[in-house]
Each structure stands twice: as C-alpha cells, then as structure tokens.
C-alpha cells in the first residue's frame, strides 16, 4: 500500500531522517523530516495554469506548531491552536526567504507549502527541521524550483562555532554571556541565500565566518535531499518561462527616455509620478494585443531595472545623486513627547520614525506561551507601518507578516545592549511608528529606538545603529553595493542586506536575496562598508545625546531586595494575607519570584520605602547586641513581653527592667508601653533575652558600664 522511500545522516549530534511516501499521498510533495525527536511535515501543492491576469508570482508558506508535538493542551478558552504565533510567523518567513527567488523565472502559478510541527524534543528547535521538509518536498513535487537547499542554526562560545545548538542554549541569550550568537542560513550548494541573526557584539570577520561555517554544515543535507529525490523525484512540471522580448523592445522604444527622466529626480513622490505618468506613455503607443498581454508587468519591470542598475554599476551615480557609499542626510530628535517616558524621532532621508519607550513593572512583563514551554519576557518591540508612510491609502487591520518581521529584527538588534533584569528590573516596551517611508523603516526603528531608551533613562551598554545595503548583480558578474538603500532600489535590486549594532561589533544581520546566491566576496565587501555606515550613524545620534537623559518623572521606580528562599511563604502569608496587607498599607506594587527576588515600584519614593520595611520585618534576623524599639505587649509576674522586630517577641526579665529590685513588673510597666531594649541573645531554647535597664529610655542610647555603677 505504500512506497515508503528514507534517508539519513548523522548531523552534528543527532540523527537527521527524511522519509516520504507514506503520509499525504496526494500533495505534489511530502516528506517528513526528523532531527532527534522533533518531526515536521512539509506538504506542497502548485497549480497547474497561472490565474489569468497574474503579474506576481503567489507563493505562500505556513509554518505550525501543533501543541501535541510537546504533549500539551492549548490554552484558551476553545482549547484549540488559533491565530499563527509570533514565532510561526517568523518561521514562516524564514522558508520563503530563501526558496522565492529559486522558482524558475516568469513562473506565477500559486505554490503552498505547508509546515506541521508534529513531534518536538524541547532539545532541536523544528524551525530548521521545517526548512529542511519544505525544501526537500519542494524538490520531489516537480515544481520548477532550482533547488535543493538546506539551514543550520549556529551558535559562537569561546570562540567556536556551534552547530545546531539546542533550544535552552538559544533561550535569553543575553541572560548567557558565553553564548554570543543566534544565527540561521539558508543556502544551496554554491552559495547563501538567506541569514537571520541575534549576536552579541560579534566582528565582521566572526560574522562572516559563522555564515561560512553555516554553509560547509548544510552541504551534505543537499546531498541527502537530492539522493531522496533521485529516487523519489515526479516529472518535472512542463513550464517554458514565457518570452516577452519583442513586447520588451515595443515598451523601451515606447517610453525608454521618459522612464530614464522620471528616475533622475530625486525626490519620492515627485519620482514615482513621473514613473506612473512614463508607463502611461508607453501603454498609449502599445496596441490592444500588447496591453492585453499578461507579461506586460514583467517588461515594464524590466526596463525600470535596467536603467536603475545600468546607471549605478557603469557610473556609480544612484537615482537620488548619492554615490555607492553615501547615507542619507539624518536628523535625530529625542524627548518630543512630555507625557511619554521616553521618544524619539529618526529622520533618514525620507525615511522616519517616531519611536516611544514606556517603563513597565513586572505586572506588564509579556507570557509567552511555546511548545518548548512558558516564560516571560521583560522587553517588547511593536512596530507599525501604516498607509500614509508611504502616501497610500488602504485598510488599516492588525499586525501583518512584514511588521512582525520588522519590529522582530530591530527586536534582535536591541535587546543586545539592554542592562540585566537585576539592574534595571522594568519592563521595556518600544513602538516604532514609522511616519515616512523610503528604504529600510526597520533600521529607522533600531536607530530611534535605541535613542527614544536613552530618553527614558535606560542604561543601554552602548547606543545601537543599523544601515541596510543594497546590491545590483550584473550577469557578467560586475556589481556594486549599496550604502543606506532606497524602496527602488530595494524593489529593483538584487540585495536586502540590513546591519545593525554599536561601535564595538554586529548585533544583527539579516540578508534576503532575489539571484541564485551571493559570494564570500560580496558578503565581506558588503559587512565592511555596513561598518562605515553605521559608525556614520551613531555619529550622528550621537548629536541627540549630547546632554544626561535623566529618568522620566513619570515612569514608575522600581526596587529590587533579594530574600532567602525560605522566607518567601512568610512574605506572601496564608492565601496571600501578608502581601496584601503590605500593598494596601504602602501603597505599592510587590512582585516576587520564585528566586527570592522582590520588585517593590511605585511612583512615590515614600510608598517604596514602607514596603520595604514592612517585609525586611518579616525577613530580617534580629542581631545580637543591637537596641531596637518596641512595645509592651504582655506582662507577667516574671517579666514582660516586648514586640521589638517585626512580629517577634521577647521577653524582658524582671531582672532586666531597672537598676532596682522591682515587686511585679507592673510597677513601671503597663501594656501598649514604648520601649528601648538591647538584645542580649538567645537561651539555650532559641527564646529571646532582653534588657531595658542597659538602655537609655530617653535617649535610646546604650548605657555603658562604668555609666550604669555610678547610678
């Protein structure tokens, strides 16, 4: 009944299976990955005919997480996976990066790749096993996809690269100082497509290494995919890329000069409606054959990129007077909104961003709800992207694939240079609005975000800037790469190289392709122009932050006071007794964790301040030979009681009242007294002794020996 078809190979540590055949017979490709214990399924289907009318090539990719895989029930009321995660949308992305631009060219028939989690160790992190299925399902499918590739994740301690680290290894990397890097690439045999990375001040040289060490590792995953393939592989799918050259040449001779006009003017918007007015030129000298041909889009696309990368590779001069190496004009702002506890505004050409921080308690840390298990995180970045960035209208709806990615990148680059929990214990939260859109809004948010936590007083270990390049790759392998890329030069080139980090090393690399991969030399020469750029930058927020940003006076203060464990019961009380009375009664906010620490925050110093004694009451030891003041609370024919720390009691012997023989310590005392007394230890029993008679009552002073003979 089935054709069971599996292959593996031993891979760093564990085993790595790909087995097809059995499962979803009916997709154009499936094949069942496995790394250790963790399994993901990756199921391909392509339309046979492109959909009348189609300019873009539909791919869509889906990555998801089943909660069986780790043996768990969703949470929620419905008890049912809902809406994609961050980190399934984020994968998601990692896939389509790297296998869109290996379609056979001119290829527009709707693809699907589907990914399911079905089994998850907690030790392999199944977004890499993901991209292994996808991309071996794709090879069999007999899509005309120019594959395989394959991904590794690597990590860099003690000067060593590590492949495929586990998932506790990549948790709260900057909890860990000895691991410095979270780096995926995706490539084929002769070159990289695609890097994602989360680093630690890492040097270019180190950067570069990690991808080329990435790129040795994935080579005899290629090998396995194209051995299952060589075996198991349908019919490659009859397509011709369609030729559209005498339509190409009908449209340059239409409308070549005007279109070469419109991209000579620097400014945005009066650029893009000169090039909407010279397409409407060359449809107009066009016959109704030629306007009715589905591959029109395509020439006209293509002779904008031909006079865009034409001018920058042969002259070195960009579409807005730049040369390849010049940033754009910056103008960095902070402080703008009184209210907020930080902002700031970041103007790169037409590119801006207005970037808000606001300092939480532990109340507003984020739970995380993952197959690998649950945790908070005290650091969030939200980006949001709306129409008039761009002078457009359209619907404005919830977060979309492109603003998580975005604001997960400048995420990555930040929270690098963030202080340690236990010095600075506030929530973080960054929103970059982007205001203005020209090229690379999500280094505007990096840039301004990491000015906007300087406003609020964040003490960041160093200020982080990121710059993204550009490349126009020529077929007789001539190139140029671009500093501080443009939106067209985004859409018409062949790079998205984006670089962030401090003056001292790389925080975060990420890199998306369209040609069939790029060379070491490219990469190095790309890295080290990024460097020039960004030093650039952080030159210039530095002009932002010439003055001491002080803490916001509207943001919550926060203490933190360590406690023994086993005080931790006292402190919360029966039912949370305890700590409710020390809110209520101080007026803070009290969060402890299972470590022992306590934040105490509120905006009134005072309100702080009595919560902390309230609890150092409970927690404290008393100390021998201290005086502390206290009350009477019991008297009896021995002594008297007397509360004098916190909830403890001790008793103060008759002997110990005064330098007098006493009838009953009623004599001198009564219930409810105030009084100083000096504790003198412990009885074999752990009972307390007290004295008052070595106290001065007045004073509080201790009375000294020679004091107390000559009374």
Not at 411 to 423: E, I
């Amino acid at each position: 009944m089935f054709n069971v078809t599996k292959k593996s190979m031993q891979w760093g540590e564990e085993t790595l299976t790909l087995e097809t055949g059995k499962v979803a017979r009916q997709a154009d490709g499936s094949v069942i990955a496995t790394l250790g214990e963790t399994s993901v399924m990756a199921n391909v289907t392509f339309a046979r005919q492109q959909k009348p009318g189609q300019d873009f090539f539909p791919l869509t990719v889906h990555y998801q997480e089943k909660y069986y895989a780790a043996g768990k029930v969703p949470g929620g009321f419905f008890k049912r996976e809902a809406r994609p995660t961050e980190k399934e949308t984020l994968t998601a992305r990692l896939i389509d990066r790297p296998i869109r631009p290996l379609f056979v060219p001119g290829f527009k028939n709707e693809v699907l790749v589907m990914c399911t989690v079905l089994s998850h160790d907690l030790v392999n992190d199944p977004d890499i096993v993901a991209m292994i299925a996808a991309s071996a399902a794709l090879t069999i499918s007999g899509a005309p996809f120019m594959g395989p590739i394959a991904g590794a994740r690597v990590g860099f301690v003690d000067g060593e690269y590590v492949l495929n680290p586990t998932v506790d290894d990549m948790q709260d990397l900057r909890l860990n100082p000895e691991q410095r890097l979270d780096l995926v690439v995706a490539g084929t045999k002769n070159a990289v497509m695609m890097v994602e990375s989360e680093a630690y001040e890492l040097t270019e040289a180190e950067m570069l290494g990690a991808v080329n060490f990435a790129h040795e590792q994935i080579q005899p995953v290629i090998d396995l995919i194209i051995s299952l393939a060589e075996e198991t592989a349908k019919e490659p799918f009859d397509f011709q890329a369609p030729d559209y050259s005498e339509l190409y040449e009908a449209v340059k001779a239409a409308g070549e000069e005007e279109m070469r006009a419109a991209f000579a003017i620097t400014d945005k918007q009066e650029r893009t409606a000169a090039v909407a007015a010279a397409r409407e030129t060359i449809k107009a000298a066009l016959t109704e054959d030629q306007l009715e041909d589905a591959n029109l889009g395509s020439a006209m696309k293509k002779l904008e990129a031909g006079i865009l990368r034409g001018d920058v590779v042969k002259g070195g001069k960009r579409i807005d007077g730049r040369d390849t190496t010049t940033v754009r004009q910056i103008v960095a702002e902070t402080g703008l909104l009184p209210r907020t506890h930080g902002s700031a505004l970041f103007t790169r050409g037409e590119t801006q961003g207005l970037v808000v921080t606001t300092l939480g308690t532990g109340d507003d840390e984020q739970f995380i709800d993952a197959l690998h298990g649950n945790f908070k995180s005290n650091f969030l970045l939200h980006y949001n992207f709306p129409p008039y960035s761009v002078g457009e209208v359209g619907r404005v709806g919830s977060p979309g694939r492109r603003e998580i990615g975005h604001g997960k990148l400048a995420w990555r680059a930040l929270q690098a240079v963030l202080p340690a929990p236990t010095d600075f214990p506030y929530t973080i939260r960054v929103v970059s609005e982007i205001t203005e859109s020209n090229g690379s809004s999500s280094m505007a948010s990096v840039c301004g975000g990491s000015l906007s936590m300087m406003d609020a007083g964040v003490p960041l270990k160093a200020p982080v800037a990121g710059v993204a390049m550009g490349l126009i790759l020529e077929d007789d392998g001539s190139y140029a790469v671009l500093t501080d890329i443009l939106g067209d030069e985004d859409h018409l080139g062949d790079m998205d190289f984006k670089v962030a980090g401090t003056e001292n090393g790389i925080t975060s690399l990420q890199m998306d392709i369209k040609v069939a991969g790029i060379t070491p030399e490219i990469m190095e020469k790309a890295l080290a122009q990024a460097k020039d750029g960004r030093l650039h930058i952080l030159n210039e927020m530095g002009k932002a932050l010439s003055e001491t940003n002080e803490f916001s006076v509207h943001a919550p203060r926060i203490e933190t006071m360590q406690i023994p464990t086993d005080k931790i019961r006292e402190v919360i009380g029966s039912g949370g007794k305890v700590i409710r009375e020390i809110v209520e009664v101080s007026g803070a906010k009290v969060d402890i964790n299972d470590d022992g620490v306590i934040k105490i925050a509120s905006p009134n110093g005072d309100a702080i301040q009595k919560a902390y004694d309230m609890i150092y009451s409970i927690v404290a030891e008393p100390e021998e030979g201290q005086v502390y003041t206290g009350k009477v609370v019991k008297i009896v024919d021995f002594g008297a009681f007397v509360n004098f720390f916190g909830k403890r009691d001790g008793l103060v012997h008759v002997s110990q009242i005064e330098n007098r023989r006493l009838n009953h310590p009623s004599d001198v005392l009564k219930e409810g007294q105030e009084v100083k007394v000096k504790l003198l230890g412990f009885d074999d029993r752990g009972k307390v002794r007290l004295s008052m008679k070595v106290v001065d009552q007045e004073t509080g002073e201790e009375i000294k020996k020679e004091e107390a003979a000559e009374g």
